[in-house]
């Protein structure tokens, strides 16, 4: 099955920096990506997702890049802010197979 | 729209016990899925349904058992609770089955003792 290792499991950030976030996978066949954000106390909510025929995404603060040929992919936040701190959950999945998450990155951005 | 939502939010419970968790969504999702999360072990699914009267087991079911009698439904049940329970649950639903976004309700923080 499907193998997804995210890292770093902690990032420190100043308010104001950049955060990249890794996940590789293991099945060549998975084709959408997904990135949640997570707050204190809160379900998982989706901020952003890239599918396999696209190589990059953006959302204002928010990027993700996709590397097929390596079977990596990142989550890049600019100009970081405090409410910017929260778990980010990478994820990849394929047609009718069981979607895996990474074990999660508590993002924490210092005023 | 309400969305996803899960009650109880807190639930402490005894070896032994038992007990249901509710999962409704009002967004007329087929798919409806329930995870745990545990510490530095991220999302993993117990079970999930394609549609009403359909079930499936995921990555770690046992010990758990679901129902989904209606579409915007899913119960989570534990008959036996073992204190490996410990989790929160989180319920989850989407309008595809797997490569589309999931909206996630607020979790149920469960403690077995």
């Known amino acids: 099955g499907e193998n997804v290792e995210q890292h770093p499991s902690t990032l420190s950030v100043q308010e104001g920096d950049s955060a990249v976030i890794k996940c590789t996978y293991s099945d060549s066949a998975s084709n959408y990506f997904p990135w949640y954000k997570q707050e204190l106390g809160k379900g998982p909510q989706l901020i952003i997702d890239i599918r396999s025929n696209v190589g990059e995404k953006k959302d204002q603060r928010i990027a993700v890049t996709l590397n097929k040929t390596a079977k990596h992919f990142s989550l890049h936040i600019t100009e970081t802010q405090p409410e910017d701190s929260a778990v980010y959950f990478c994820?990849?999945?394929?047609?009718?197979?069981?979607?895996?998450f990474g074990r999660g990155t508590s993002l924490i951005v210092h005023p | 729209n309400a969305g996803v939502t899960q009650t109880p939010k807190f639930r402490v419970l005894k070896t032994g016990q038992s007990m249901t968790l509710l999962c409704a969504q009002d967004?007329?999702?087929?798919?409806m899925y329930w995870y745990r999360q545990d510490p530095g072990m991220g999302l993993r699914l117990i079970h999930y349904?394609?549609?009403?009267?359909?079930?499936a087991k995921g990555e770690v079911p046992d010990g758990y058992n679901v129902s989904r009698l209606k579409k915007q439904n899913f119960l989570l049940g534990l008959e036996s609770a073992a204190p490996s329970q410990t989790s929160v649950y989180f319920c989850?639903?989407?309008?595809?089955?797997?490569?589309?976004?999931?909206?996630f309700g607020p979790g149920t923080r469960l403690t077995v003792t």
């Open positions: 349904s394609v549609g009403e009267g359909t079930t």
């Open positions: 989850a639903s989407s309008y595809l089955q797997w490569s589309a976004e999931q909206y």
């Open positions: 967004m007329n999702h087929e798919y």
């Open positions: 994820a990849a999945s394929r047609v009718s197979y069981i979607p895996t």
